[in-house]
């Protein structure tokens, strides 16, 4: 289980009230994220990969505090919308990157690779360079290198947001069985709330820096009490 406690974070020193998030999220569960742009979402997944150094607060996985390891040493593998694929390498690289940096695999270690861009459907593609490829064959790509790093918890910041919404649906079912298959937690940032309905059975609603609601997706979307969550949807 992942649980995030007051996990403070401000961009600039005298903000006058930093962001601070709290979430609970069970172990094998998607939950989605949502809510205005600006409100925090990707700054909330950054903290959870150590890409941002929180001003207070704990992250622990299964009990186990991880927000003082370094980026590298976390459980987690983050997925954007932009895929930071290397152009110049073809996919069977760009995925054995997300192994090792210095690309020494193991023959075991080059195996998973092959497994992984198998399970992606991307084996025939496998020489190919990103340029070649259609956006939603780019973001298996990026879902492949997440998944040959075996890190517990994969978090996702739009990573669909450029496709249109039969592709999206398609990956966000590829997501749920990957994270079924591989024990993962996952957290998905989407704009779109049919995504969160596909997705997850829970959703939060992040407004201000702050996890307003977490509750499950259908009652979030249709029944919120929140001005902020009507705001936020338009139904108000
Ligand atoms: P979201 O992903 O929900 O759109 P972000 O987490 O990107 O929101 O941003 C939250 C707030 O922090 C916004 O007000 C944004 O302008 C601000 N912010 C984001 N990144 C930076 C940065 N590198 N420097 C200063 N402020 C930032
Ligand atoms: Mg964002």
């Known amino acids: 289980m992942l649980e995030i406690r007051h996990l403070e974070f401000s961009y600039r020193d005298g903000d006058q009230t930093p962001m601070c998030f709290d979430l609970d999220v069970a172990d094998g569960e998607v939950v989605s994220l949502i809510g205005p742009s600006g409100s925090g ?12 150094v929180p001003g207070g607060g704990q992250i622990r996985l299964d009990g186990v505090s991880i927000e003082s ?32 940096p210095s690309l020494r695999l193991t023959s075991s270690q080059s195996e998973n690779v092959r497994a992984a861009l198998e399970r992606l459907g991307l084996a025939e593609l496998q020489q190919r360079k990103p340029g070649a490829l259609s956006g939603g064959q780019r973001q298996r790509v990026a879902l492949a290198r997440a998944l040959v790093r075996r890190r517990k918890i994969l978090l996702l910041d739009e990573a669909f947001a450029a496709l249109g919404p039969a592709l999206r649906a398609e990956l966000i079912e590829l997501v749920k069985s990957l994270v079924r298959e591989n ?33 499950p997706t259908t009652e979030l979307l249709e029944r919120s009490p929140l001005a902020a969550v009507g705001e936020y949807l338009g139904s108000t």
């Open 41 to 52: 979402k990707s700054t909330l997944l950054n903290l959870i990969a150590g890409f941002l």
């Open 183 to 215: 024990g993962m937690t996952a957290l998905l940032v989407s704009h779109q709330p049919r995504d969160a309905l596909l997705a997850s059975e829970r959703t939060a609603f992040i407004c201000d820096g702050r996890v307003l609601a977490l509750q």
């Open 69 to 100: 390891l370094p980026a590298s040493r976390r459980p987690v593998s983050i997925v954007f919308q932009q895929h930071n694929l290397f152009p110049h390498l073809d996919l069977y690289t760009n995925v054995a990157l997300g192994v090792d």
